[in-house]
């Protein structure tokens, strides 16, 4: 009646308990129901602390946490919440890492407030009591934090929560173009990607998700061919962004045997599947999937991606792009060109300007303003009735300018069940005048 579940298991005559036979005296039948007399108090979750939710398959974290004297920490009048990887995700090797190094992993897996398992949307940003950031991935038959996904067995006690995870959890460190950088096997991706002027695509704050090509996708391009494939600007950005997903989408996360249909930031759609716990993107296998970013995540294939959709009407780059890939029949017609794909990189700008020493009008008022600028002077046209002020030569002015409203749609878990949220929101760009 208290809300939480018991686990009832019979084993010949005797009955247990949430696993322990603690049953002295069973079936005794009353007008109105049946008795059996036990000879433990059962203690509910909502009576316990946050560190006695954490049952057999989470007790190396939990001894972690008491060694590394972060047991401590978990004050019985605070609220937390437990990230709790399983036993198994702790190899030898994690296991005999420098403390100091293994006290700051298990920092990341303690939240500084109490999270339940309804409380957690897609694209939520977690804090750790290590000052760390964590995102939340919600997808339609899993929940994921960064790239470790929940198992069952999420429970609330008196002073927090505790979810059960398959992986320890890392937060990312590093953008998309920082991680391939450092990886040499992604050198030629990297110098087309530049090429292409689309650099600046996976430095920028966002939420992507790349299909990144090893050195071994272009083996045996000539620099000959490598020069007439950068020479077609928009089939090098085509094929390239063909990679490029927005969206972050964890392999783990993916219902097993079920393909998902994702469309590219070129257009056209991608297939993965997880089979296997194997990421098949195009039915080809990924040879590292899951690599966490600060935005977004990598999926590492040894194949060059082509959407099967678009045609190549020039024989050269026909040739090239047919030895490059295999897993498709490329089309052809003649004459058929490549699309020039429009890309916006969205930044927050703050505009600062110099007042000339002169009387100039504002808007005093947060209506719209339009704002028209020639080579030898600045117009400022006002909608409605606005308020006029005189600005100082050497004044700072800021003003507000709302710009279109953008909706925002996010998955959150309400009783269990996944539940589309769709909220609106206004942006504001601040002009310093």
């Known amino acids: 009646m208290e809300g939480n579940t018991i686990e009832i298991g019979c084993e010949g005559d005797s009955i247990s308990i949430n696993g322990i036979k603690m049953v002295n005296k069973k079936d005794i039948v009353t007008k109105n129901g049946v008795i059996h007399l036990i000879d433990e108090v059962l203690i509910p979750d909502s009576a316990k602390q946050v560190i006695e939710l954490a049952g057999k398959q989470q007790t190396t974290f939990t001894d972690l946490v008491a060694q590394l004297g972060l047991a401590s920490s978990l004050k019985p009048d605070g609220e937390y919440t437990l990230l709790a990887p399983v036993n198994n995700a702790f190899s030898d090797d994690t296991l005999s890492m420098d403390q100091r190094l293994l006290k700051l992993i298990l920092q990341n897996h303690i939240l500084k407030v109490k999270v339940g398992l309804s409380d957690l949307y897609n694209g939520q940003i977690l804090e750790t009591i290590g000052g760390k950031q964590l995102r939340v991935f919600v997808y339609r038959t899993a929940i994921c934090i960064e790239n470790s ?121 991608i297939y993965l599947k997880g089979v296997n716990e194997t990421l098949l993107v195009n039915e080809l296998k990924s040879k590292e999937s899951d690599i966490m970013t600060t935005n977004g995540v990598i999926h590492v294939v040894d194949k060059l991606l082509y959407p099967a959709d678009i045609p190549v009407g020039n024989d050269q780059l026909l040739e090239i792009l047919n030895k490059l890939i295999k897993y498709i029949q490329i089309k052809f017609v003649r004459g058929s060109t490549f699309k020039e794909i429009p890309m916006t990189v969205y930044t927050t700008k703050i505009i600062t300007k110099l007042v000339e020493p002169k009387i100039k009008v504002i808007q005093g008022s947060l209506q719209p303003i339009t704002k028209t600028e020639g080579p030898a002077m600045t117009k400022i046209h006002i909608e409605g009735d606005p308020d006029f002020r005189l600005i100082k030569e050497g004044e700072t002015v800021t003003e507000v300018i709302h710009g279109e409203p953008v909706i925002k749609k996010y998955t959150k878990i309400i009783d269990g069940v996944p539940v589309e949220i769709t909220e609106k929101q206004t942006r504001e760009e601040r002009i310093i005048t």
């Open 149 to 269: 996904c929940m198992v069952r067995g999420s429970k609330q006690g008196r002073n927090g929560a505790i979810h059960i995870f398959r992986e320890i959890i890392q937060p990312a460190e590093k953008s998309l173009h920082e991680k391939l950088r450092q990886d040499k096997r992604f050198s030629i991706f990297l110098s087309l990607l530049e090429a292409a002027d689309l650099k600046d695509l996976l430095t920028q704050p966002g939420d992507w998700t790349l299909f990144a090509p090893t050195n071994d996708a272009f083996k045996g391009m000539t620099n000959e061919e490598r020069e007439i494939l950068i020479g077609n600007k928009n089939a090098l950005q085509n094929i390239i962004l063909y990679h490029l997903t927005p969206g972050v989408y964890i392999g783990k996360g993916f219902e097993p045997g079920v393909t998902n249909i994702l469309k590219t930031t070129q257009g056209s759609k």
